[in-house]
């Protein structure tokens, strides 16, 4: 299944903005992910293994905290979307 | 600053010159006199007259909102001309406010346009918002976007929303009585760092027209009551590959701000954000060499390794012939230094090539130092015929 990565995560993913995965859950994809770009790791969980309250994971157009969270079942046909929140271009922020 | 004691309830008439202006809404079923008449009593306040904010106010006047706020303390620069549209080369230097406020007039004198000079902040939105029936929020920061937010909730006021970076946005249209919040999507901001900013990587001239109007176009329809405003849907934005595409969005019944509410009053947004004024930035704690220090040196023929942590884009705009590797490769090509040489990191303003500076050092480089304001200062100081970007 795809994973879309959002431009601001591009360049912790080699600068792709789509990463092909095979599993089963939510978690398993993005798990997969963060094995094969660690940088991302770091930018999408907190040191305490939970997703990052400004980042939010959609399976096709809906946001996983309203099914079943990492538990969500994926299927090949599915698109994972990461959507950080973003804010333009204020330096330092 | 100005205020508004009493609304316009409902306008009463076009004038004829006004209806020959609007001909071309009037014609339509979707506006027609009653719409045109909603578009002229509506006020719409706008934050920010930058990116956003230039075609959102532009369109908004054009179209015949009958009052339009401003709020932006800010002076127009001269690298905001490539995307803020509502200032011209004979602003630069003025008050955004102003030049905002002129181009407005010029485009439809029947608007009637009101300023605040003032910057946004917990002690004046509530305040700000009262007189307004909707905010549309255009500003360029975290905790501006939060302190919206919250005002518009507690004020009962829809809050449409646009952001961007580089070639994406998103649009949505929250904190309307049955739909989503901000803070139901992003229920807390980034730390500062986490999340690049448009400073180092740029921005699509472009982009934020596209999304300005978006933005403009949910707030029209919001006054007419007609099509489907973005309430509960956010519309992404890729420029490049000219994708648009929709996610759903709920309200969160948990959220502080529009489920729970226990946010009754607004915060410190900064304090929320992460953002400690006596943080001391990176590059005051690495070591240092000014420009005219490495002028001297390079002059009397000392052996320095210049390295440059800027984009290849970057280089070919101007550079003083270091040796390129980008920030972001340089872990994986710090084999490619020689630490008994004495190096000297630059970027375009260094606060990048502090970051290398802090990074080689933790690697084992003794000899690195940063240099103070990079080739910005260079440009300054040393060789005034390179361009500065």
């Known amino acids: ?93 | 600053m100005a205020s508004i004691t009493e609304p316009i309830a409902q306008a009463v008439s076009l004038s004829n010159d006004e209806v020959l202006r609007y001909s071309r809404h009037l014609i339509m079923p979707e506006v027609g006199m009653e719409g045109q008449l909603k578009l002229k009593a509506a006020r719409v306040l706008c934050i920010g007259a930058g990116g956003l904010g230039s075609p959102l106010a532009l369109y908004l006047g054009a179209a015949g909102v009958g009052t339009i706020g401003i709020v932006d303390f800010d002076v127009v620069d001269y690298t905001n001309l490539q995307r803020q549209i509502i200032h011209s080369t004979t602003d630069v230097g003025r008050k955004k406010l102003d030049s905002a406020a002129e181009s407005l007039k010029a485009i439809n004198p029947n608007v009637n346009v009101v300023r605040y000079d003032t910057r946004l902040s917990s002690a004046n939105a509530l305040e700000l918002f009262r007189d307004f029936d909707m905010v549309v929020d255009g500003t360029d920061n975290f905790p501006t976007r939060y302190l919206v937010n919250d005002a518009c909730v507690l004020s009962g006021k829809p809050n449409v929303y646009g952001s961007i970076f580089r070639f994406e946005g998103q649009v949505s249209v929250f904190a309307t009585e049955a739909g989503p919040c901000y803070r139901c999507l992003y229920p807390e901001p980034p730390p500062p760092g986490l999340v690049p900013s448009c400073a180092e990587g740029g921005v699509l001239g472009i982009l934020p027209g596209l999304v300005g109007v978006m933005q403009a176009t949910e707030a029209i329809k919001l006054i007419l009551g007609k099509g489907d405003p973005l309430i509960g849907r956010l519309v992404l934005v890729d420029a490049l590959a000219m994708k648009f595409r929709e996610l759903k969005l709920r309200k969160n019944p948990d959220c502080p701000a529009c489920g729970k509410r226990t946010i009754k009053e607004l915060i410190d947004y900064n304090e929320f954000c992460g953002i400690r004024g006596e943080e001391k930035p990176v590059e005051t704690t690495v070591p240092t060499i000014s420009v005219e220090e490495l002028k001297r040196r390079q002059d009397a023929g000392d052996d320095l390794f210049v390295l440059d942590v800027r984009e290849p884009h970057e280089y070919q705009i101007c550079n003083i012939n270091g040796y390129l590797i980008p920030l972001n490769d340089l872990p994986k090509r710090v084999n490619e230094l020689d630490s008994s040489r004495e190096i000297v990191a630059h970027c375009r303003s260094g606060m990048r090539s502090a970051k290398a500076v802090e990074f080689l050092r933790q690697a084992g480089f003794t000899k690195v130092k940063n240099l103070t304001g990079g080739i910005l200062a260079w440009a300054e100081k040393i060789d005034p015929k390179m361009p500065k970007y």
């Open chain 1, 1 to 93: 299944m795809k994973v879309l990565i959002p431009t601001p995560l591009r360049q912790y993913a080699d600068k792709k903005d789509a990463v092909e995965v095979s599993a089963t859950t939510v978690g398993e994809a993005l798990s997969q992910l963060t094995q094969a770009h660690p940088d991302l790791k770091k930018h999408l969980y907190t040191e305490g293994g939970q997703l990052r309250a400004f980042v939010n994971v959609y399976l096709n157009d809906e946001d996983i905290r309203y099914l079943e969270k990492d538990k969500t079942p994926v299927a090949p046909t599915d698109t994972l979307s990461i959507v950080p929140s973003i804010a333009g271009g204020r330096r330092n922020l």
